[in-house]
């Protein structure tokens, strides 16, 4: 039987990410009565009560070459919801990259471990593991893909689908807890660098009826990378996708406004230029209104967060979505890795 994999959500058809995302919310409703404090210690949950225990005598690789507070924290709790263990291995702990190869790696973990979340560096590294392992693995960020962020944020979306309705939603619709809410087609935003949070926007917001606004800077080292375009293009996305250096033409009619690092781990020697290049790139209400965004934009941010790419007012007002965002990993992934480590299937 062939393992799954997951590299990008360029891979998955529209219906397997909604698949995802209304797994994700199911999880997250039935883990919260569990993770709140309670009188009755010594009382067990019932079995009935539990997130599936697919995990249950599993281990997960993490296997991470970059350091990470969101993805980290939310592979090993959400593993161990699921019933089982999120082993971490750093850089400093295994030989990878040192005496040992990526194909020897991988064949070892494979014969140890049920599954492997992998945050790389180079997208080649990723595809290598992919390439030789007998075990799914699910890429937790290459320098091309950030599949699970995306995840993240339409599930955040979804939940506040009623920030973004024309009108409020009306008493007959159908809202049950087995449903994800329904989000009407939005105008995405993003301002800054083209990183992998924006690559996989691309293959994605498009196909759901989305439109995606770009501004990055002229200069070619901000630009799609030439096999993340050749995806965005092979699925027909690019035909919702607008793109240039202005980032006040790229809010405008925006209903949501994203941005990311401009500057990333390994870039750090750049962060001079960068700073000159993303000058007037920086996400504050002055901007938006200049844009023309809409009155009631909402703000997203992946995290880490600098104040160059966005001021405290945005960050931490009414606007952010920026932290339910950061939580909803953990929903995402655990919802990854109940499918795919868990059942194998997606």
């Known amino acids: 039987m062939k393992p799954p994999h997951l590299l990008t959500l360029a891979d998955l058809s529209v219906a397997q990410i909604t698949r995802v995302l209304a797994h994700s919310a199911h999880l997250k409703r039935v883990s919260y009565p569990l993770l709140r404090p309670t009188s009755t210690p010594n009382s067990p949950p019932s079995p009935s009560s539990l997130p599936p225990q697919t995990l249950s005598h599993k281990t997960i690789a993490l296997l991470f070459s970059k350091r990470s507070t969101r993805t980290r924290v939310s592979a090993e709790t959400s593993a161990a919801l699921l019933g089982g263990n999120a082993m971490f291995l750093g850089k400093e702990d295994i030989q990878l990259g040192v005496n040992e190869s990526a194909r020897d790696t991988v064949q070892v973990l494979g014969g140890m471990c049920q599954g492997i979340f992998a945050r790389v560096g180079e997208h080649s590294e990723i595809e290598e593991l992919v390439k030789y392992s007998p075990i799914p693995v699910i890429n937790a960020l290459s320098s091309y893909w950030h599949p699970t962020q995306i995840l993240a944020d339409m599930l955040t979306l979804h939940e506040h689908s009623n ?29 800054g660098d083209s990183t992998n949070v924006l690559h996989d926007m691309l293959v994605t917001y498009p196909r759901f009826g989305h439109s995606v606004r770009v501004a990055t800077p002229r200069a070619d080292a901000y630009q799609c990378p030439a096999p993340v375009w050749d995806r965005v293009q092979e699925l027909g996305c690019d035909k919702k996708i607008w793109w240039g250096p202005d980032p006040r033409e790229a809010v405008h009619g925006a209903d949501v ?67 339910p965002e950061a939580e909803n990993r953990k929903w995402t992934i655990m919802a990854l890795f109940d499918l795919m480590f868990g059942q194998w299937k997606i």
């Open 257 to 323: 406004v994203v941005t990311d690092t401009w500057i990333s781990m390994g870039q750090e020697a750049e962060k001079a230029q960068r700073l000159k290049d993303f000058q007037g790139y920086q996400v504050t209400e002055a901007l938006c209104k200049e844009g023309g965004a809409n009155p009631d934009w909402k703000f997203l941010h992946c995290l880490p967060r600098k104040q160059d790419e966005v001021d405290d007012e945005v960050f931490y007002g009414p606007r952010s979505l920026a932290f």
């Open 163 to 191: 920030l973004f309705a024309p009108t409020p939603p009306s008493s007959s619709s159908s809202n049950s807890e087995s449903e994800l809410p329904p989000l009407r087609p939005l105008t995405i935003a993003y301002v």
